[in-house]
């Protein structure tokens, strides 16, 4: 394997000379950056990863941990990220937890004994969790999803999910319902907690009763959705519409309806939350809450690059807003129509 001193040597120059070349750390003549690159051309030489970034103590690596599930949500927001570290010259390593806590900690341990020069954390089950390895690495800098309380230094990405849920109800009362079941994710997580309190303020506001039959808590897939529909079914009497608090429990919802005749707005009407990719091609296309998730992904390595690059001093909160997505999914439902 070639080394600078091969090319040195070729090229006719000094080792550090070809050095500042290669790394561009300082000016060199057009007529001696020829010679050097052509020499290195033709000993085949490629530069040392290992090295630059031992020298530079930088690794361009950043490290990201995703929780294992079926909802395309995620898949969504690492792109964001990849295509993000891709524009800034960084390269990704990503880890899978399965959602097991003992493969997020090795998971965890691994990418930073790897000096990985920043985390993003993608994973529920963090909030509240001490991490050891946080302690013994404290200048690698950490963003992570809002799922709650953390007990470590982070910068957040933070989606607005109150209003999120809040727009979702609204624009069900607006519709002329009166009527509204709630579907949720898990309430111990942050973000389902806050889409249910956006539903409840916007009942209250609205002088409406929320029935405690119709608010059904699970788990964020879609045989969540399904589950939920069949609780709902066997209530006297159904809503005319259903808050679903992400895309994946709402379509769901949506089959085990029609798998009970029910029509989709016609008899229910029904709302998501996320926008994933499909939801505008289900049957009907479903009108949902838009979770700027590409952006999400991008937010995260901005917020990394800022920290490395000016230091705060205060943890960092990036708040991303949601927005209202009308599709064919809700009935413009009036007394007597």
Known sequence: MATMKDIAKLAG????????????????????????NRAAKEL????????????????????????????PFFGEVVKGVERSCFHKGYNLILCNTEGDDQRMQSS??????????????????????????????????VVVMDWGAMHFTCDKIQDNSLLGGYLATQHLIQSGHTQIACVT?????????????GYQQAMQEAGLEMNPAWVVESNFESDGGYDAFQRLYAQKTLPSAVFVCN????????????????????????????????AKYMTPSL?????????????AVEALLNRLENQPDEPQVVHLEPE??????????????
């Open 13 to 36: 120059v000094s080792t550090s000379t070809v050095s500042h070349v290669i790394n561009k750390t300082r000016f060199v003549s057009d007529e001696i950056a020829d010679r050097v």
């Open 108 to 141: 965890i341990n691994t990418l930073l004994e790897r000096r990985v020069d920043g985390l993003i954390l993608m994973c529920p089950t963090l909030a509240g969790e001490h991490i050891d390895a946080f302690d013994r690495f404290p200048d690698v800098p």
């Open 287 to 299: 009108t949902t809450i838009h979770q700027p998730k590409y952006r999400l992904g991008t937010a």
């Open 185 to 197: 994710g898990p309430l111990k997580r942050n973000q389902a907690q806050m889409r249910y309190e």
């Open 44 to 71: 085949n030489y490629t530069p040392s990863a290992l090295a630059r970034s031992l020298k530079m103590n930088r690794t361009r690596t950043f490290g990201m941990l995703v929780t294992t599930s079926t909802n």
């Open 247 to 278: 895309d994946m429990m709402a379509m769901g919802l949506i089959n085990a309806a029609t798998g009970r005749g029910i029509q989709i707005p016609q008899q229910l009407s029904v709302i998501g939350y996320d926008d994933i990719y499909i």
């Open 324 to 337: 209202l997505v009308i599709r064919d999914s809700v009935r413009e439902y009036h007394a007597g129509s």
